[in-house]
């Protein structure tokens, strides 16, 4: 007889952090979106050295505040989740950890080849822009559609690493030692910035033969640009059918063609 | 019982100047837009020293002589249509004033910093080109196909612009400082460069590991550059099947043939 | 009664030049094509500096042969076809004489400038080689696909060149003539070569903004190179349907849905 | 009425070795897998100078293990397959030869020149690594796609190499032979670079029409970098429909989903 009772406060402000259904959540993860990129802006600036030279301390200032400000968040979360341990062992319990340990640990490991570690963390805090992506619906279609065609795509690009290593071989024995190409994997490197119709320019073949299979390999690049295409379009043309289709009355069962009749399912007529 | 009267000199000036169903006004957008091209020209034109220096007096003529043949049509579309000061708020109003304003400004500011400042304006000119998505009828099903799939698209582009950030920044820490990875900024202009295959080579790799991940990042933006084309195709399939489909008014199946006359399902005559 | 009479050899001849049907006629063009790449290398081995000094001679005796071997090749399409005139002003009529012409005109006008003219005549015999589209039909299927999307692919361009033109503007603006974007038609042809992706390098922006504003150039290309791929596969898509369909037995009308039951023009049943 | 009888020993290792059904033969072929990839590894490491001078010897013993194993497990294949000389003869016994042949002709070949033959033959073993397309069922349904589109692929391409031989001459002639257009095949070579979008910078236009010539190059290989995409997108889709689609037995309509069990149109039970 009775309804679910008034959410409790805890409930509520759970409810604010962890969705985005309600005004709140939703102004709430803006909000965060927002700080979390100015943040990701300010590791950023503080690299460049005639910033890093100039404003070393304002920066270190709004560096600590972002800190202590995303630290109360996550020790916020943790109070208010059903099952704290579970969030803290989640991928973004974990990530929201790592984007605020790098400060802290410059205070213990001031030396410098510490401060390059802890660099390597801090990069890690960028991930925090990877939770924009659950507050967008459309990005579940493509995650599946990827997922459908993940045996399609690890041969193709399977194809293409041994297309790479090969050509990248034949290069180094074609144009020699002597020019760009000084050894098997830089050529496998080159070979792959060229299959991609990336193409740096920093090493290019420079004998008639070496020319050749470039423009033969950058064919063949531009030529498979469509395979991983034409594998996507059709999962997704496909994943949305299933979308768009009705349930069947009868059994439930989803991803009918848009002119069925009859659920093929189970065989009883749709409404 | 009275067909709409015959329409004023006026109204006949606005069909030509804003429509262009009519012979007439047909003719006159053509016209314009062939005069904006040379105008976009001679503004090019103008910036190459070689040319400023060999042909600055009969460029000056050229430039006033469009400024001023621009600030007519201005003012004609201006006293023939409507509400004028509708027009003078809207988007191409706007444009309109901005791509005649920055010459009459050069004789009241012909200072150095004024000059520089004018360029920009004048580069504003240019959007005068976008009219000519006016007259074709193939924009408006890619952009509806741009609308519909824009949940898609943000996300996609969120996801680049952070792969970009986080590459930008490993690089950074993998190339170290004294190469050409300088500063993460830098870093992840070249992360941006380099996942859209598009390469310049003027920050390249020269550590091993870097390498390895330059491969990566070309492969990975190799590889997503199916996920817009798969997003569009989709919905452009979508939009099309949509435009074409009229339900069959005896049976009520959709996904006829625009030249449908008969409904393939039923037989019964199409309204 | 009669049965159309045995063909005559002049007529046997055209059907071999002219057709790919028979045998012969396939061996005829197959023997052709071959003649034609063989030529198109000759000419394109002249052009090297070191083979030209020594192999002068050989090279002039191997283009006059090809020479005289089209021209003889020419006249016989002349005298067996029905319409010598009207082959004479088709499109591969003038073809095949411009691909014959420039080693005659050579004789008569040996000076040095008469030779540069010639060479850009010369150019036009790899023309040759898009007769082998007569000869694949799927290559039908694709012209139709992109003159059906002809009004889609035109908004496009001028959108891409309109987007150039503003892009290398900005750019010739924000690095100023003092780096290598030194005036604004050379910033578009940057912004082109940006856009498509294709990256030589050779212009490469060093401020801050410039930096930017390329980024967000190169991820609008990566993104808008979605759009004629997914033009072109909704119009192949269609045109395939359109293929597959059987013709209404009643009417003769083609282009059915491969479900239709009823023809869509007539609404007779289609068997 | 008798089973097939108890497979033999040898019957039960060549499933191991040829087949990936049973999970022996999974761990077989994936062990072999590892193997193969460091085997490629180890060649290409060895290619690097700085690694070569200091672990020469280390290198050396790997490098016999791998091809001790190797042969160890070709002579196997060889033993247990019930057509030896028919599997000798196949693609992969071939490709097993020659991935272990060099290291062998280098014991009696110790020569320089000698030893740069069987680098280009060792380039082979990497062929090994196309055993994986075997175990995924995914690429069989590439392989159909491009072999059901070969001839528009034929003719796309056919194009792309006529566009790139023409705007190459062109480049040449606009250029001159003072720049970086040294010959026709250079020209050539920088056309196919620059319609794939791959962009080196090693070959870059001066002129004013040359730049103008490289713009429209570029946006011709942007737009067609749609036609092989397309292509194989409905070649693709056209596969996916066949294979999910058994007529039904009542009504012959076909186009069921894969997991249908009645058919949508008449609501009969699919077989």
């Not at 989640?90 to 001031?110: E, Q, R, W």
């Not at 063609?257 to 007529?269: S, V």
Request: with cysteine.
């Amino acid at each position: 007889m009775s309804e679910p009772s008034q959410p409790s406060r805890r409930e509520r402000i759970r409810e604010i952090i962890f969705e985005a259904e309600t005004p709140a959540g939703r102004r709430f993860d803006v909000t965060l979106l927002w700080l979390i990129g100015l943040s990701v802006i300010c590791v950023m600036l503080e690299s460049v050295p005639a910033i890093k030279r100039d404003y070393a301390g304002p920066l270190q200032v709004v560096e600590w505040s972002f800190t202590i400000l995303f630290t109360l968040e996550y020790l916020l979360r943790l109070s208010v989740v059903r099952h704290p341990l579970r969030y803290a062992r989640s991928f973004y319990g974990i990530i929201d950890v790592l984007s605020v340990l790098p400060t802290y640990l410059m205070v213990f490991f001031p030396g410098m080849q510490a401060l390059l570690v802890i660099r390597v963390l801090r990069m890690l805090r960028m991930f925090r822009v990877f939770k924009m992506v659950r507050h967008v619906n459309g990005a579940e279609l493509l995650v599946r559609a990827l997922y459908g065609a993940r045996a399609k795509i690890t041969v193709f690009f399977s194809f293409m690493v041994a297309i790479s290593v090969i050509a990248g071989t034949l290069m180094y024995l074609v144009e020699g030692p002597h020019g760009d190409f000084t050894s098997i994997p830089t050529s496998v490197y080159w070979a792959v910035v060229t299959i991609t119709t990336l193409g740096f320019g920093d090493i290019t073949p420079v004998t008639a033969f070496g020319r050749f299979l470039t423009s033969a390999l950058a064919l063949t690049g531009y030529a498979v640009i469509a395979v991983p295409t034409g594998i996507l379009t059709t999962e997704l043309a496909k994943l949305d059918g299933d979308d768009s289709s009705e349930a069947c009355p009868s059994c439930g069962v989803h991803g009918h063609l848009p002119d069925a009749r009859f659920c093929r399912r189970c065989g009883a007529p749709m409404s």
